[in-house]
Nanobody, 121 residues
Framework: QVQLVESGGGLVQAGGSLRLACEIS????????MFWYRQAADKQRELVAH???????NYADSVKGRFTISRDYAKDTAYLQMDSLKPEDTAVYFC???????????????WGQGTQVTVSG
């Protein structure tokens, strides 16, 4: 069993910052890649950021230069630092994880429940 629990969402004014956290439950399963997705009203779920087990990162063009994904293995936690927030960043943000050795290559195996981020403009 693997559980991902997000925290840190809330209401912020345009230009402000938030840091989301994703805590990974104890498990014998080894997690390698971590992801942050978001889904806004009337839009498809979108991959925002991706970090590998060796700390390589990738970002959607819409957030590049403003968002930073990171992870702390000692705390079993992944983060999404969001700076210079815009109203169009408003969405439910989901943490997701890929299991080491999974044949589901390039796609998450586990998902969190999501946390709401609302940016007022």
């Amino acid at each position: 069993q693997v559980q991902l629990v997000e925290s840190g969402g809330g209401l912020v004014q345009a230009g402000g910052s938030l840091r989301l956290a994703c805590e990974i439950s104890r498990s014998i399963v080894i997690i390698d890649d971590m992801f942050w997705y978001r889904q806004a009203a009337d839009k498809q779920r979108e991959l925002v950021a991706h970090i590998t087990a060796t700390l390589d990162t990738n970002y959607a063009d819409s957030v590049k230069g403003r968002f930073t994904i990171s992870r702390d293995y000692a705390k079993d936690t992944a983060y999404l630092q969001m700076d210079s927030l815009k109203p169009e960043d408003t969405a439910v943000y989901f943490c997701a994880a890929h299991r080491y050795g999974s044949r589901n290559s390039g796609q998450p195996d586990y998902w969190g429940q999501g946390t709401q981020v609302t940016v007022s403009g």
